[in-house]
């Protein structure tokens, strides 16, 4: 293949050499600490681009790209990719792996070398779609603060610890709902989008991973806002074998939580994993009054 095909051609995807070659030259061993866990198959890659529903038109924020396996299969799918690094060895290496196996699409590319929990901003065209395989220690929190953050997010798909994954897409009255589902039902649509095993990962991981997809959808129609929703969820949650009335006494008077469970047409005797968003929004709001 000539110089100008290779350009042309698309993303040359990373394997398990390829990765394992990657570290060894950048002297990098992966670390519990930042839940680094590279992927070294590029079929699960192309399917989490297929999976997270993507096309041309997106612009994709990418967390914790690590070596680049998944952002090089996104990049021949959308507009444009701006992966966010925490650690500065990776993010120094990522621009000449982007330039060595997708050189025809170094343009579509912007490196972020920052802390994905302490984004203010992303700079440039606002992205449109979230793909990340998220590091597990921190998965919950990343995916709510970019929600919370980027109003622009239309769609997107993460792989999570496979637990994680079950909370975040939970449904009311299931065994695992919890905060991260009530919150993140605040800003989308959640579902399963299927389970990814141990050996995809170098190192494996001692658990296994799951696809969590999402859509925005617009929060409860509220006069609450969404702090105040989210402090009256995280209260019914701190205790779960405790009723509404006894929960909720943690940030009102007895008196105030009684007459904002009547005004919602809760029963005091509920329980936090009994009720939806709407259900918490209409709770705060009476607390608010």
């Known amino acids: ?44 890659v192309r399917r989490v681009v297929r999976a997270s529903g993507v096309g041309p038109a997106d612009v994709v924020l990418e967390v914790g790209p690590g070596l680049g396996s998944l952002t090089l299969a996104l990049l021949d799918a959308v507009d444009r990719v701006v992966a966010v690094e925490i650690d500065s060895e990776l993010a120094a290496a990522l621009p000449a792996t982007i330039a060595q196996h997708a050189p025809a699409h170094v343009d579509r590319f912007t490196l972020l070398e ?41 769609r997107g798909l993460v792989m999570v610890q496979s637990e994680v994954a079950d909370r975040l897409a939970a449904p009311p009255g299931s065994r695992t709902y919890g905060v991260p589902s009530a919150k993140a039902a605040w800003f989308a649509d959640v579902r399963r989008a299927g389970a990814v095993g141990r050996n995809v990962f170098w190192p494996a991981p001692n658990v296994d991973s799951g696809l969590v997809a999402w859509e925005r959808r617009e929060p409860p129609t509220t006069t609450a806002s969404r702090e105040q929703v989210f402090a009256v969820v995280d209260a019914a949650f701190a205790q779960r074998r405790k009723t509404l009335r006894a929960a909720l006494r943690a940030v009102s008077p007895v008196e105030q939580v009684e007459a904002a469970l009547e005004r919602a047409g809760v029963p005091h005797s509920a329980r936090g994993e009994q009720l939806d968003i709407t259900a918490f929004a209409r709770i705060a709001e009476g607390l608010e009054t």
């Open 114 to 154: 920052a802390d994905a929990m302490r984004l203010t901003e992303v700079p440039g065209p606002q992205p449109t779609a979230l793909v990340a395989n998220l590091p597990y220690n921190v998965s919950v929190p990343v995916l709510l603060h970019l929600l919370g953050l980027l109003p622009t997010l239309e």
């Open 1 to 44: 293949m000539s110089q100008n095909d290779a350009a042309s051609a698309g993303p040359r995807l990373l394997g398990p050499a390829d990765v394992r070659s990657l570290a060894a030259q950048l002297g990098i061993r992966p670390t519990k600490q930042r839940g680094q866990n590279f992927v070294i198959d590029p079929n699960t």
